[in-house]
T-cell receptor, first 113, second 115 residues
Framework: KQEVTQIPAALSVPEGENLVLNCSFT??????LQWFRQDPGKGLTSLLL?????REQTSGRLNASLDKSSGRSTLYIAASQPGDSATYLC????????????FGAGTRLAVHP | EAQVTQNPRYLITVTGKKLTVTCSQN?????MSWYRQDPGLGLRQIYY???????DKGDVPEGYKVSRKEKRNFPLILESPSPNQTSLYFC??????????????FGPGTRLLVL
């Protein structure tokens, strides 16, 4: 069964810390992996998309890595800010799943001043 | 502004009363889909559509119907809602040109409570 797991489920850090969110998936045959941010009442916002042929993607203070062979991805957030507080979701498109995203349950991040 | 809109945003209903949640996108996207989000389970795909008049089941289609008569609209229909359909629903769309996975754009969500 194709599954995506995220740990930790929740994380609380002081402002300014660098942090890592983890995502693991059960099948290495993937098309891509996406990280989303979910804010209450505002839906999901795509942060980074890593194609299966890529190792990492960067956007501002965010860096996502992909290791297909081990079935893992990490989202690194540098110099965290209170505005980063949200739920972060990892989603995988497995081979054969036309644009279908399999989501992890998410990591709820709280950055306090 | 490029966006996916859903209506209503919040809905309380009773068991068995038919309802429709609308979804519309203004990006001329071919691909649209519906997900539901439940605590601890993440988002799961209900139905998807690759183009007008082309729809197919996702992972949890039971109790739902969809239609795709126009490219921009993809309504979700619950003909006889039950309490286990209480959930947060998201509509999503993407270009649909690349079956190997594209950036998808999500609506703001519809929170449904079935009593």
């Amino acid at each position: 069964k194709q599954e995506v797991t995220q740990i930790p489920a929740a994380l609380s850090v002081p402002e300014g810390e660098n942090l890592v969110l983890n995502c693991s998936f059960t099948d290495s045959a993937i098309y891509n992996l996406q990280w989303f941010r979910q804010d209450p009442g505002k839906g999901l916002t795509s942060l980074l998309l890593i194609q299966s042929s890529q190792r990492e993607q960067t956007s501002g203070r965010l860096n996502a890595s992909l290791d297909k062979s081990s079935g893992r991805s990490t989202l690194y957030i540098a110099a965290s800010q209170p505005g980063d507080s949200a739920t972060y979701l990892c989603a995988v498109t497995f081979s054969g799943g036309y644009n279908k995203l399999i989501f992890g349950a998410g990591t709820r991040l709280a950055v306090h001043p | 502004e490029a966006q996916v809109t859903q209506n209503p945003r919040y809905l309380i209903t009773v068991t068995g009363k038919k309802l429709t949640v609308t979804c519309s996108q203004n990006m001329n996207h071919e691909y649209m889909s519906w997900y539901r989000q439940d605590p601890g389970l993440g988002l799961r795909q209900i139905y998807y559509s690759m183009n007008v008049e082309v729809t197919d089941k996702g992972d949890v289609p039971e109790g739902y119907k969809v239609s795709r008569k126009e490219k921009r609209n993809f309504p979700l229909i619950l003909e006889s809602p039950s309490p286990n359909q209480t959930s947060l629903y998201f509509c999503a769309s993407s270009l649909g040109l690349d079956s190997w996975g594209e950036t998808q754009y999500f609506g703001p969500g519809t929170r449904l409570l079935v009593l």
